[in-house]
T-cell receptor
Framework: EAGVVQSPRYKIIEKKQPVAFWCNPI?????LYWYRQNLGQGPELLIR????????DSQLPKDRFSAERLKGVDSTLKIQPAELGDSAVYLC?????????????FGPGTRLLVL | AQSVTQLGSHVSVSEGALVLLRCNYS??????LFWYVQYPNQGLQLLLK??????LVKGINGFEAEFKKSETSFHLTKPSAHMSDAAEYFC???????????FGDGTTLTVKP
């Protein structure tokens, strides 16, 4: 069974440029998460989807970040415009159901460097 | 609100020695607790989890953890470290009502030959 797929794996952009990340979760997983992981820290939730619905986006900086999950499968996370402080690893994860004992399965992440 | 504190951002042990990684949590509801491992340039992988029932849980690669409610702790142990255990380890608490997980800042385990 394929795991969570993310692309690109690495991205280098200049500040003020836009950037987008893509995630394909494990087949059948209803819940999809986007996390940001800063160096030396644990993942911090940006947004959580239950199927197509964003059920928790309280930590998403909505002035520059946006996300969508069309058809309740793949998801994209966009930053426009990027700032130096956005340099981090962006992790996508999925699970069967949130709030249950089902663990989250993580993708390898997209490492973003903003110059 | 919930939080996770991992004591010691770096732990170094000799190969064959006991591994002990500490995790303390706070949660307003009975928590589900998880340990994940992250190897360089990879995502997090589940090591083990506690939901209900037996407080000593066993995971992959010989790791185990014990849920101690009175101490609000969920420390991770392994009797004998292997070189391949060198990685970063994250403790996480899940609020089952809100469906939200909170991760600690991680502990980097170094294993010396």
């Amino acid at each position: 069974e394929a795991g969570v797929v993310q692309s690109p794996r690495y991205k280098i952009i200049e500040k003020k440029q836009p950037v987008a990340f893509w995630c394909n979760p494990i087949s059948g997983h209803n819940t999809l998460y986007w996390y940001r992981q800063n160096l030396g820290q644990g993942p911090e939730l940006l947004i959580r989807y239950e199927n197509e619905e964003a059920v928790d986006d309280s930590q998403l900086p909505k002035d520059r970040f946006s996300a969508e999950r069309l058809k309740g499968v793949d998801s994209t996370l966009k930053i426009q415009p990027a700032e130096l402080g956005d340099s981090a690893v962006y992790l996508c994860a999925s699970s069967l159901v949130s709030g249950s004992q089902d663990p989250q399965y993580f993708g390898p992440g997209t490492r973003l460097l903003v110059l | 609100a919930q939080s996770v504190t991992q004591l010691g951002s770096h732990v170094s042990v000799s190969e064959g020695a006991l591994v002990l990684l500490r995790c303390n949590y706070s949660s307003s509801v009975p928590p589900y607790l998880f340990w994940y491992v992250q190897y360089p340039n990879q995502g997090l992988q589940l090591l083990l989890k506690y939901t209900t029932g037996a407080t000593l849980v066993k995971g992959i690669n010989g790791f185990e953890a014990e849920f101690k409610k009175s101490e609000t702790s969920f420390h991770l142990t392994k009797p004998s470290a292997h070189m391949s255990d060198a990685a970063e380890y994250f403790c996480a608490v899940l609020n089952t009502n809100a469906g939200k997980s909170t991760f600690g800042d991680g502990t980097t385990l170094t294993v010396k030959p």
